[in-house]
């Protein structure tokens, strides 16, 4: 088996109607740091080469896929309870709080971000970093 060229970095990127609102919630609400900003976009640093971008739609495209409710976009900690807590005190409404999850093995939880996208915070509750053949 052949192994691909190296992969540096990730970078999941949304769209939204509203970038001041999505910055605020991702800055000031997650705490997360701004990366780069290049007007329309702005990208966020989520781990060491995980990064998140959000970019203005304009009012006259539809962004491609435009239904929020097809992504989910996911942060693995162990910390899901301190999540919960540390952004329920920061006035996020919950769609579910911390939960097993047996049939997949998983604690989680689960809210929604100004533009209306999925946010899962999640803990595998078995290793997953290595890989199974």
């Known amino acids: 088996m052949s192994t691909h060229p190296q ?3 990730q970078i999941t990127f949304f769209y939204t109607h509203n970038l001041n609102s999505s910055t605020e919630f991702y800055e000031q609400i997650l705490g997360l740091e701004l ?5 329309t976009c702005r990208i966020y640093t989520v781990s060491g080469s995980g990064y998140l971008g959000f970019c ?3 009012e006259t495209s539809t962004p491609p896929g435009d239904q929020q409710s097809s992504v989910i976009f ?9 999540w919960f807590e540390y ?3 920061r006035g996020v409404k919950f769609e579910k ?3 097993l999850n047996e049939k997949y ?8 971000d100004p533009s209306g996208y999925l946010i899962e915070i999640q803990r595998f509750e078995t ?5 199974h053949n």
């Open 7 to 9: 992969i540096e970095q």
């Open 35 to 39: 990366w780069l900003d290049q007007g």
């Open 56 to 58: 203005q739609a304009s």
């Open 74 to 82: 996911t942060l693995v900690t162990p910390q899901v309870d301190e």
């Open 87 to 89: 952004l329920k005190e």
């Open 97 to 99: 709080p911390p939960t």
């Open 105 to 112: 093995n998983i604690y989680h939880c689960f809210f929604r």
């Open 127 to 131: 290793n997953h970093k290595k890989r």
